[in-house]
């Protein structure tokens, strides 16, 4: 079955950085657009970032625009989320996301906060 795990969250002060990595297993990886999403306490999840199955199209949601890079390495069946310059609305769960045979698979996610 899809398993995907998170791991690289953590406590940072503002303006710094984190790395999240998510390991994906059970589906053909490079196959896949990989997305990352998070949820904010007492907020709806939202879309942060997708790539598509090879890597060469990405998008990300206005926040983040400029401070976050998603990017994948299909041999090793990851994709990662390099967060800048975070900000304190950053803080969230973070979640990596796959949608194979038209059902959503999501990891358990990986807690970032932001916060002096």
């Known amino acids: 079955q899809v398993q995907l795990v998170e791991s690289g969250g953590g406590l940072v002060q503002p303006g710094g950085s984190l790395r999240l990595s998510c390991v994906a297993s059970?589906?053909?990886?490079?196959?896949?657009?990989m997305r990352w999403y998070r949820q904010a306490p007492g907020k709806e999840r939202e879309l942060v970032a997708y790539?598509?199955?090879?890597?060469?199209?990405?998008d990300y949601a206005d926040s983040v625009k400029g401070r976050f890079t998603i990017s994948r390495d299909n041999a090793k069946n990851t994709v990662s989320l390099q967060m800048n310059s975070l900000k304190s609305e950053d803080t969230a769960v973070y979640y990596c996301n796959a949608l194979v045979a038209l059902i959503d698979s999501w990891g358990k996610g990986t807690q970032v906060t932001v916060s002096a």
């Open positions: 059970g589906f053909t990886f490079s196959n896949y657009f």
């Open positions: 790539i598509s199955s090879g890597g060469g199209r990405t």
